[in-house]
């Protein structure tokens, strides 16, 4: 009698764990790209596609027109929505051209990094002398990132990156998404 009530103590504990254990989801909800020159870089073209209700991805074209470029900064933030977008756990400007040949690159633009460069061509040194793809980024590739190796609160979010080549601001990303 004694065996049949820990085995169905222990059954209880371990079905109870897997039913109320919780998963997150990131969601992309919206992206905005703007070219402040555009004599430096176009926007060929940016969108959110939404295969079905699981798959979703990010897909960004840029052109720039005059190459090659040798120095690039970028400046990202990462804002939550409370009465507004606010600025929440980083705001940081790296040097792109050094931070992709160093051997001990800055972690956090690391982190982020390891988002895009599956998806994009930014995979090289300095200077860039063709159009920069980021293409078809799914959320679920961020997802294990985000929820797991680095826990964020639920909420709306925002990743807003500036660019910078020359000393002179050249575009703005900004990718929406939820963590729910």
Same mark, same amino acid.
Not at 142 to 168: C, Q, R, S
């Given at each position: 009698? &004694?065996?049949?009530? !820990?085995?169905?103590? &222990? +059954?209880?504990?371990?079905?109870?764990?897997?039913?109320?254990? @919780?998963?997150?989801?990131?969601? $992309?909800? *919206?992206?905005?790209?703007?070219?402040?020159? #555009?004599?430096? &870089?176009?926007?060929? +073209?940016?969108?959110?596609?939404?295969? !079905? #209700?699981?798959?979703?991805?990010?897909?960004?074209?840029? =052109?720039?027109? =005059?190459?090659?470029? +040798?120095?690039?900064?970028?400046? $990202?933030?990462?804002?939550?929505?409370? *009465?507004?977008?606010?600025?929440?756990?980083?705001?940081?400007?790296?040097?792109?051209? #050094? $931070?992709?040949?160093?051997?001990?690159?800055?972690?956090?633009?690391?982190?982020?990094?390891?988002?895009?460069?599956?998806?994009? !061509?930014? *995979?090289?040194?300095?200077?860039?002398?063709?159009?920069? @793809?980021?293409?078809?980024?799914?959320?679920? +590739?961020? !997802?294990?990132?985000?929820?797991? /190796?680095?826990?964020?609160?639920?909420?709306?979010?925002?990743?807003?990156?500036?660019? /910078?080549?020359?000393?002179?601001?050249?575009? @703005?990303?900004?990718?929406?998404?939820?963590?729910?």
């Amino acid at each position: 009698m &004694a065996i049949k009530l !820990n085995l169905f103590v &222990a +059954s209880l504990i371990l079905l109870t764990y897997y039913i109320t254990e @919780i998963y997150s989801v990131v969601k $992309f909800t *919206n992206i905005q790209c703007q070219s402040l020159d #555009r004599d430096f &870089a176009l926007f060929d +073209s940016w969108f959110l596609k939404s295969v !079905n #209700r699981s798959y979703k991805y990010v897909s960004v074209k840029v =052109k720039l027109l =005059k190459i090659p470029v +040798s120095k690039v900064k970028v400046r $990202f933030g990462l804002y939550k929505r409370v *009465n507004g977008y606010m600025p929440f756990l980083y705001n940081m400007s790296f040097d792109a051209c #050094r $931070f992709l040949t160093s051997p001990n690159p800055n972690p956090v633009a690391l982190y982020f990094y390891n988002f895009f460069k599956d998806y994009s !061509n930014i *995979n090289h040194s300095c200077p860039f002398d063709h159009d920069i @793809i980021l293409d078809k980024m799914p959320y679920h +590739s961020i !997802n294990n990132k985000v929820t797991k /190796i680095l826990p964020f609160p639920e909420g709306k979010y925002m990743i807003e990156m500036h660019w /910078i080549a020359y000393d002179i601001d050249r575009a @703005i990303t900004k990718f929406y998404w939820t963590l729910t």
